[in-house]
């Protein structure tokens, strides 16, 4: 096979190699623009993991790379004077330069054609004579730009400014060190990748590049100022430009996230950068474009493959890779996008933000790095917590939390879940197992099912309601059980279906209007849910008052009924939600149009609530955070506003669910997806939130809650499952505090006996 290489960087000398190595009869050309000794860039890190994948592709350059890698530990984290310090990390890095200089030679020593200084042309008639051409050109690569339409190009520019510089100060430490000036904040990424060398990436966000005159600055002034602000980390060495040929604004790039639908049109292929790349903040790109260069070489020499069936066969298997930690560096780079949020945090807080921000580093993989360091964190969350210092270590899920007047035993909640079993809205003996039997499995927190304010409020006719004395006796019942038999508080959530209202029992069909004997709907708008779906009345002034006056009797029973919290559910496309979106709220009138407009409503519901409810007694309200929608809907950003809104109403916390406003929203599902909302709230807004959406594990719940993305955690269907969720998970901790109902203590001695073995046999 004659194949052309476009660059000679990592992804292009190492499929030269590996093509190679499998068949030395194949002709391989590469083609690089630059000089054999000239490079952007510093030091590259890896993980050991790559070092073995690299052993078993080629021994020989595998070797010579492990043995020139400089390896370390401990990540330094500087923050408002503090210097953190955590071990175990485990990374290894090399020499950019050094790392091309090593693949060169074996590409040489293998027969590969290597020609420097040589512009490639992006026009595929250029390279005729080839059965193969490889795109490895980069992050710029011209050929893909010249068929972009081809592969599906999307192109990213990632607000933050960066300068890639190198140093003589050798750190013994990957160093993340954040500096406060005059214009904003600016940090640097500063690891050692040889004896005498390391890499030292500076970081900012434009308004503090421009604000420090940088979009205007020659490069040495740049690099003076630079070198002042980080004087104290660079023990008077220099930082080191090898982009000198660039004018100084110049010389600052922004990260570009690129994405290709398709890597392979005709005979070109897409390799490393030029098909992805993937922010320097986790250091994987080298690494996907010498693997990448594995797998191409790998599927094009395996007998009997067809080229479309291995190139085929190479896209998905290094999509689901790629995406992975595609969608791990957006986290790590919207964190540092998003860094004011967190500079609030104390030290020990923002380091562990930080090196969880990824998701991929979770509170149980710390511990696995650094047990002390980590117990640390769970001793400082704890002290925190208790408003005392703590010396026991604990998981941060077990740490009480207080809203007004009301102590929750610890972090984890029952999130609300219709059960669609009442009979006229009144609960019975179905409901009085269901809740008394997650009250108790340990939960600090349960609420009840949206239960609705009025008969036509009911989004089916299987829904609980508040609103005759024969339900407040029910719940009165449920109640007492779930003071008398456990430590946890309960939560009334109060709704009213709106548009949504009129429907099947959940299993029946989700939203689907009733056979027979529907009732009228109201919404803010004349918008239906679905086509199937009832057009709902728009309310009028009378109508609010009515709905006003049903939630404030609800409200009212609520506390009869004894229970300790309430919650407003303005979510999920139901009434309160219809006036919040604006893709269902089409008024024209002082309801409609601004947040403000959309949000008057539901404010005065919310009011009205706080008003009748004792003070003492705290107040939540969920909302969806986000419409999925885009500017066409509720965003993230909005929701900071809608949160605060409600909380100046007097709500005490935020429950941030997200959709179900829109039939045809398009939600990114995923491991915590709601989380980001609720930290965002939380952070940029600095309210109190809790975060629901597919969190299932105690270590989810651990690492939201040290990293402060929120301060309660609620699961809904793991607890359907299971209502001893948090027993089991105390167990699995062997956290023995937690408060467990005497007739099954010995259950639960067993089972922390039984994983505490199980766990000794793992390890
Ligand atoms: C600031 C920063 C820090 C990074 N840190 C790390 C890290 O720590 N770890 C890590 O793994 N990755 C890191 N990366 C990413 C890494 O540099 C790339 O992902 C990796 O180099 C991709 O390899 P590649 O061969 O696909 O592309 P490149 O390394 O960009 O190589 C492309 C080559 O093609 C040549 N070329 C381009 N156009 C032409 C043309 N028309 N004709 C001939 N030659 C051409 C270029 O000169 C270049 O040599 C970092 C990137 C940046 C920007
Ligand atoms: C069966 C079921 C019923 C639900 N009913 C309600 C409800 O009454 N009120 C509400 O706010 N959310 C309701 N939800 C949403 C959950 O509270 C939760 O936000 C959602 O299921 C995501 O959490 P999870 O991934 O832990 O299940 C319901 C969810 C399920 C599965």
Redesign the pocket.
């Known amino acids: 096979m004659r194949v052309a290489c476009l660059g000679g960087g990592p992804a292009g000398l190492y499929f030269a190699i590996s093509m190679k190595l499998r068949d030395s009869a194949h002709r391989i050309d590469v083609f690089e623009r630059n000089r054999s000794d000239d490079t952007f860039g510093w030091g590259v890190v890896f993980s050991d993991q790559t070092v073995e994948n690299l052993m078993r592709n080629d021994a020989v350059s595998g070797a010579i790379i492990a043995r020139e890698f400089a390896h370390w530990d401990d990540i330094d984290v500087h923050v408002h004077g503090e210097t953190i310090r955590s071990c175990g990390h485990g990374f290894i890095g090399i020499g950019r330069k050094r790392l091309l200089n090593i693949l060169q030679e074996r590409a040489r020593e293998l027969g590969v054609e290597l020609h420097f200084e040589h512009e490639a042309g992006p026009d595929l008639a250029d390279w005729r004579d080839y059965d193969l051409v490889i795109a490895a050109d980069g992050a710029n690569s011209r050929i893909r730009d010249r068929y972009e339409e081809h592969f599906g190009v999307d192109i990213q520019v990632r607000k933050n400014k960066f300068f890639w510089f190198g140093t003589a100060k050798v750190f013994e430490a990957f160093t993340f060190a954040f500096e406060k000036t005059e214009a904003g904040w600016i940090w640097a990424h500063a690891y050692r990748f040889d004896d005498d060398l390391s890499t030292f990436i500076v970081e900012m966000d434009p308004e503090a590049w421009a604000g420090l005159g940088l979009d205007r600055m020659e490069q040495p002034d740049a690099i003076a100022l630079c070198e002042r602000i980080f004087a104290k980390y660079l023990d008077g060495h220099e930082l080191i430009s090898n982009a000198t040929h660039l004018p100084g604004p110049q010389a600052w790039l922004n990260f570009r996230r690129i994405v290709c639908d398709r890597w392979d049109y005709e005979n070109l292929i897409l390799l490393g950068d030029a098909a992805h790349t993937a922010h320097f903040s986790i250091g994987s790109g080298t690494k996907l474009a010498l693997e990448d260069a594995i797998k191409l070489a790998e599927v094009l020499n395996r007998p009997g493959l067809t080229r479309e069936m291995a190139l085929a066969e190479y896209q998905a298997e290094r999509n689901l890779e790629v995406l992975k930690l595609q969608n791990s560096a957006r986290n790590s780079t919207e964190w540092f996008e998003t860094l004011d949020r967190y500079l609030h945090f104390e030290p020990i807080q923002f380091a562990y933000s930080l090196l969880t921000r990824s998701q991929r580093v979770s509170h149980e993989n710390l511990r696995l790095r650094d047990r002390d360091w980590l117990e640390g964190v769970e001793r400082w969350f704890q002290s925190q917590a208790q408003g005392r210092p703590v010396n026991e270590p604990a998981p941060p899920m077990f740490a009480p939390f207080r809203l007004r007047g009301m102590e929750v035993a610890n972090r984890v909640v029952v ?5 669609y079993s009442a009979e006229e809205g009144c609960p019975n003996d179905f409901h009085l197992v269901h809740y008394g039997e997650r009250a108790k499995g340990g939960a600090g927190l349960i ?1 009840t ?2 239960t609705c304010v009025s008969p036509e409020g009911r ?1 089916t006719p299987g829904c609980a309601g508040i609103y005759t004395p024969e339900q407040v006796a029910a719940w009165r019942r449920i109640v007492d059980f779930v003071h008398e038999h456990s430590t946890a508080k309960f939560c009334l ?1 109060l ?1 009213h279906s709106g548009p949504k209202g009129s429907t099947k029992v ?1 299993w029946e069909g989700y939203d689907v209007p009733l056979e027979g004997g529907n009732w009228p709907v109201m919404a803010a708008s004349d918008v239906p849910w679905s086509p199937d779906n009832q057009v709902p009345r728009p309310m009028t002034r009378a109508d609010m008052d009515e709905v006003v006056a049903q939630f404030v009797l609800a409200t009212e029973l609520g506390l009869e009924a004894g229970f300790d919290m309430v ?1 407003l ?1 303005a ?2 496309g139901y009434l309160l939600s219809s006036f919040i979106t604006p893709l269902t709220n089409r008024r024209t009138d002082e309801y409609g149009g601004s947040l403000e407009n959309r949000l008057r409503f539901p404010l005065e519901v919310f009011r009205a609530m706080r008003a009748v409810w004792p003070a003492e007694k705290p107040m939540s309200v ?1 909302i969806s955070a986000n419409d999925w929608m885009g500017d066409l809907g509720v965003t993230p950003d909005e929701a900071v506003e809608i949160g605060r809104a409600f909380v100046e109403a007097g709500a005490d916390l935020i ?1 941030v ?1 997200a959709g179900q406003t829109w039939a045809d929203c398009q939600p990114i599902y995923g491991r915590m997806f ?1 989380t980001p909302f609720a930290d965002q709230i939380r952070n940029e807004g600095r309210l109190t939130t809790m975060a ?5 594990e105690p270590d989810h719940a651990n690492s939201i809650l040290a990293a402060g993305r929120a301060d309660l955690v ?7 499952i299971d209502p001893m969720w948090t027993l089991r998970a105390a167990a699995a901790q062997d956290y023995r505090q937690v408060h467990v109902p005497p007739p099954y203590l010995g259950g639960m001695a067993q089972l922390a006996r039984n994983l505490a073995r199980e766990a000794e046999l793992k390890a």
Do not use: K, T
């Open positions: 999130s609300p879940m219709a059960m609420y099912e949206m989004i959530q709704g959940g919650e559910h979510a999920h969920r429950d669910s709601q629901v959406g597919n969190i299932y609620a699961l809904a269907r793991p607890h359907l």
